[in-house]
Every structure is written in structure tokens, then in C-alpha cells.
């Protein structure tokens, strides 16, 4: 997991050989002006969701894991708490993983909680469990997924 701003993106580009093609999308877009939705970046090997909406409460959402594709998520405004879990450490799932979808939840509490704020994103690799979207404001922000190996 990394928690980092914008600014210091270039450090992370040796991880994986399309997080300059993130980067590049947020520098050259108005992102501010993106409505939800989806947009392929390069086909089924980086696209962006986008979400803006009320942020919910811990309570009302779960851990989630990915096996075959690395988030990167970047607040363009609100103030975001994301909860972090090792994957190994998730021992109580909640129905099958969704291969299609690439996801499963799981009753585990997150170890960690940062705060991501406008400008500032978080890189969620399959060995991280994650829970976003914590807010009593509104979040809006990319989902980029990146198909890791």
C-alpha cells in the first residue's frame, strides 16, 4: 500500500509500467469535470472508474480484495478514510470471489486507517485489503485499475 500526493507520483513509475499512464491521464484531464462513469484507458489493462457521491460509514461497507488488478485512487475532492489489511490476514469472507469483477469482501476490520485528501492518492496492490469510501462528506474521485502482472 502507498499513501502519497500527486507531486511525488514519478517515484512509484519503476512498480509497474502503466502507472505513468495514470499519472499522465490525471495531469492532462480536467478531472474535476469527469462524471461517474467509466473511461478504458488501455483496453482491459488500465481503465478508470470515476465516483462522486456521499461518502458512507464504516459499518455500512467491508473489506475488499482484488486478485488480479492494482487500484490506484486519487481524491480530486472530499476527504476520504480508507482502511488497510493485509490480504493474508483476511480470514472471513463473505460469499465466493467474484473473478469477473475481480473482487471479494470480507468481514475483517482493517488494521490501518489514513486520510486521503484532495490531490493525494492511494495504491492498493492484490496483497492489500482496503476499505474506502469512508466519509460524512461527499467523495469524488478515480478508481484506476491497473492489471498487475
Known amino acids: 500500500m502507498i499513501l502519497d500526493t500527486l507531486e511525488n507520483a514519478e ?3 519503476d512498480l509497474h509500467p502503466l502507472f505513468s499512464k495514470v499519472v499522465e491521464f490525471i495531469k492532462n484531464t480536467d478531472v474535476a469535470r469527469l462524471e461517474p462513469g ?5 483496453g482491459k489493462k488500465l481503465f478508470v472508474n470515476i465516483s462522486n457521491g456521499p461518502g458512507i460509514e464504516k459499518d455500512e461497507s467491508n473489506v475488499e480484495l482484488h486478485k488480479r ?11 476520504e478514510y480508507m482502511g488497510w489489511i493485509a490480504a493474508s490476514e483476511c ?3 463473505i460469499g465466493e470471489y467474484d473473478a469477473e469483477n475481480d ?6 476490520e ?3 486507517w489514513m486520510t486521503v485528501k484532495p490531490g493525494q492518492f492511494a495504491v492498493f496492490f ?3 485489503g482496503h476499505q474506502p469510501m469512508i466519509s460524512k462528506g461527499n ?11
Not at 140 to 148: G, P, Q, S
Open 11 to 13: 517515484r512509484y513509475f
Open 38 to 42: 467509466s473511461v478504458e484507458i488501455d
Open 69 to 79: 488488478y492494482i487500484d490506484v485512487q486519487y481524491v480530486i475532492s472530499g476527504v
Open 91 to 93: 480470514i472471513r469472507p
Open 103 to 108: 473482487y471479494l469482501f470480507c468481514e475483517d
Open 110 to 112: 482493517p488494521t490501518a
Open 126 to 128: 492484490p496483497e492489500d
Open 139 to 149: 467523495i469524488h474521485k478515480l478508481i484506476f485499475k491497473i492489471l498487475a502482472w
